[in-house]
């Protein structure tokens, strides 16, 4: 990925692409979660939006949707990537 302007990662292709994580946290039970975005991609496909709204359609806390309680007060955090992070993770 090139140095465009504005750098936008709306779709979990791109995210994935420039390799950049996310993570989530249940704002009821405060669990958090480190998300495989390769696997959302997988699953949900490159074009899937991965903005708040549109991950709260996909993503739920497994552990509130057991005790019946709302599984969707959800809070999600992108992370960059350090440029320790990628030396250790070279791009394909």
Known sequence: MGKEY???EDTLGKKLEAGTSLSVYC???KRTALLDVYELV?????DQPC??????KIIYCHECR???RDDRNL???NHA????????????
Do not use: M
């Open 75 to 77: 809070q999600f955090t």
């Open 81 to 92: 990537v350090t440029p320790e992070q990628g030396r250790r993770n070279p791009s394909p």
């Open 6 to 8: 504005p750098f936008l």
């Open 42 to 46: 997988r699953r949900f496909g490159p």
């Open 66 to 68: 057991a005790a019946g």
């Open 27 to 29: 704002l009821i039970c």
């Open 51 to 56: 903005q708040h709204w549109d991950l709260l």
